[in-house]
């Protein structure tokens, strides 16, 4: 427990002094990481998956922003209303390309799972990457998005505050952004809070993370007023990466088999970096044709 | 309130224009409506004349048809895209034949109805959303038949207008439903880069993944009184908060006070509205 809150303490130091440090904390969250890759490998229906992808021992959004990224300067605040700590954004290199970096960050243990409110974002949030994503259009860094979230948070201040608005201007936002985005599902996606960050020219996600239009929970509720019965919709619901894959939602899966989080963030960044690569010289134009067919292909 | 207007007839043609759906005239004795506001059972014949608002103002919520023959002008609807139906895409347990029975009580294919059509002489490519089709749901279909409906309209320089009802994405098309909002979305921003008029009616209830998308997506964006309109359904935002809701949570009073809609227009004033909205945004 100890080793968590201490963890914890340096995340929040490391984000509050906006910059990426520490390689202390770095072996000790290697160690978890190492576990969370174990346990969430052995697992294998569906509702585990999301068991899985919920687990406080899977990285979270700012340990890959930490893992790919160097010099990551968080930004905050949305301009309107407030800064939401459950979508942290910001610029940051990788290579020396200056990127900007969006992500749903839920926290990894009580105390900061609390303050980023489970990694459930208020109107704030989107509007806060909303900006961010126009930044990076004006000067011409790519987005890439990290999406772990059960959802948009669910609370009377963000209704009134137009939590649905907020997400429907980032999805039409995204949809024609004038520069490359990526988007990376990592533990949960969860529903429309998740896809306001995942309208991107290509989505890719963690083998063992979901992707779902309602949590099995809700689902469950929904059809047979039991929310215990969230297993079978689990099973339902075909949430996780491969079918997302077969589907057509998702570009790639990126395999979580290495036993080495460092690797896997090493790895990630060599996929990016090649995708970049890929796109940095297509016209904005036709960057974002091909985001629209990508989307308007999907259904029938 | 200022719904005596309601009691005033409507103008001719729409009222000529209303069809009686069968049931109504197969049963000899007078049916009555309880309205779920006031309480006061209002004969359907009544109902029908009044274009479905109770005496109070209550609007009660209508089939995509009848809102197309309340709100456009007589014969001009043109149906599009009317062969499109949704798909089982992930194989859901009971959906299939869930679809089925839908289908069967409600006549139609799917939860949306696409055309065009004149509203106070002003053309406009027009989809309603249908709340007794899986209470307006949007899976592949909706969001294929919606999409369809902005290339059109864009192709054509034609504005949209856009009545939503919906529960929000269907479940039971797992994650091709959310996928819907992207794409829908997608087909919106074009239409309106292009310089494009659309118009958004927000009627009772619009909640979920088209609050989330198209139906908060319009330049102008209007509700009926009193409709739900949200994202989070209300019980599950008292489950989460577990405190009493204040009261009109998400009526559309309360998110006009809040500055997300427009205006408020009651149904026998949406057609005169729209139409000199049309008006004021026609590019000839």
Partial sequence: MDNITEGATKEMTATEKKVSDGKARDKKSRERDKKAVEKVSLEKTPYDFVKGARSKERLTSLDFIKGIFTGFIELHGDRRFADDPAVVGGVAYLGDVPFTVLATEKGRDTRTRIKRNFGAPNPEGYRKSLRLMKQAEKFNRPVVCFVDTSGAFCGIGAEERGQGQAIAENILTLMTLQTPVLSILIGEGGSGGALALAVADEVWMLENAVYSVISPEGCANILWRDPDKAAEAAQDLKLTAEWASALGVVDKIISEKSKDPEKMLKDISELIENWYKGVCAMASDELTQKRYERFRKIGL | ?284
């Fill in chain 2, 1 to 284: 309130m200022a719904f005596g207007a309601i009691f005033r007839k409507p103008k001719n043609e729409l009222e000529k224009g209303g069809r009686s759906p069968e049931e109504d005239v197969e049963n000899e004795v007078e049916m009555t409506e309880k309205c779920p506001s006031c309480g006061w059972e209002s004969p359907i014949s009544e109902l029908w004349k009044h274009l479905h608002v109770c005496r109070c103002g209550h609007c009660f919520r209508i089939s995509a048809r009848q809102r197309i023959e309340y709100l456009t002008d007589k014969d001009s609807f043109s149906e599009l895209f009317s062969g499109i139906e949704s798909k089982d895409p992930i194989e859901f347990p009971g959906y299939a034949e869930k679809l089925e029975q839908v289908k069967r009580n409600s006549r139609e294919l799917e939860a949306v109805v696409c055309g065009e059509a004149t509203i106070g002489d002003e053309r406009c490519a027009i989809y309603v959303m249908n709340p007794y089709f899986m209470m307006g749901s949007m899976g592949a279909a909706v969001g294929e038949k919606i999409t369809r409906v902005f290339e059109h309209a864009q192709e054509h320089s034609l504005p949209v207008v856009g009545c939503t009802v919906s529960g929000g994405a269907r479940m039971q098309e797992g994650i091709i439903s959310l996928m819907q909002m992207a794409k829908t979305s997608g087909a919106v921003k074009r239409h309106s880069d292009a310089g494009n008029f659309y118009l958004a009616l927000l009627t009772d209830p619009t909640t979920g993944g088209v609050t989330a998308s198209f139906a908060m997506q319009g330049d102008i964006i209007i509700a009926e009184p009193g409709a739900i309109i949200g994202f989070a359904g209300a019980r599950v935002v008292e489950q989460t908060v577990r405190k009493k809701l204040p009261q009109g949570f998400q009526k559309a009073e309360l998110l006009l006070e809040h500055g997300f809609l427009d205006i408020i227009v009651p149904r026998i004033k949406q057609r005169s509205v729209i139409s000199t909205l049309l008006k004021m945004h026609s590019k000839g």
